[in-house]
């Protein structure tokens, strides 16, 4: 019975690692199609969400399941239950990247934001897409390195965001409604993606040391 119960754990860390390279391959596509205006990968990415959505409750089916039949305790209480969470913010993330795809969709032919932005949103594309990279490999391997790297990312993150505040709300801003609108919303959704990736990175340190307060929760 122990070997069974070792062996659906590692099945659970499995199913967040690919949880999460699905993750990694929507954010890389939702964050192209946003700065090409591609709208074909847009609209792969607004498909491929069921994907992950689908993927996410099997594991919580599978977590709880463990729950019910084997009453972990201790670290290996701790890892079902993370899980739980761990995979809760995948799908949110999952949601965040086809939110930005779907901006991209809707304002094709066009591109989402105005050329002062670009470079910014490409920028948070960049971030956003790397932390998803380590996210996955921090799942596989719980390298603690990748989750201090995973929040100096996302310090990266928060400052292009509020640069994209002041920008909007400056006195030089020539946006239409529109692109102030899509702007903020566009820079929260990355924001947010890589806030649920510093959550997640928490959580894993959080299983590696069994320390609430080292790791930030």
């Known amino acids: 019975m122990r070997e069974v119960f070792q062996q659906e754990l590692q099945e659970v860390q499995e199913r967040l690692v690919e949880i999460a390279t699905l993750v990694e391959i929507s954010i890389e596509n939702a964050t192209r199609a946003f700065n090409e205006s591609n709208v074909s990968l847009a609209e792969a990415v607004i498909a491929d969400d069921d994907k992950i959505d689908g993927a996410a409750v099997a594991l919580d089916e599978l977590a709880i399941n463990i729950l019910a039949r084997q009453q972990p305790v201790a670290r290996d209480l701790r890892i079902v239950v993370s899980a739980l969470r761990i995979s809760a913010s995948l799908e949110r993330m999952g949601d965040m990247a086809e939110h930005i795809a779907q901006l991209a969709r809707y304002r094709f032919p066009d591109k989402v934001v105005p050329r ?11 971030y956003d897409v790397q932390i998803a990279k380590k996210l996955t490999e921090l799942l596989r391997t719980e390298d603690m390195r990748l989750a201090e790297e995973i929040r100096n ?65």
């Open 116 to 126: 002062s932005l670009r470079s910014t949103f490409a920028d948070l594309g960049k």
């Open 153 to 217: 990312d996302d310090d990266q993150i928060d400052a292009l965001h509020l640069s994209v505040f002041d920008k909007v709300l400056g006195e030089t801003w020539k946006g239409a409604a529109v692109d102030t609108v899509d702007a903020t919303l566009a820079s929260r959704y990355h924001e947010r993606f890589a806030d649920h990736a510093v959550s997640i990175a928490k959580k894993v340190q959080y299983l590696a040391t069994g320390d609430w307060v080292s790791a930030g929760l």
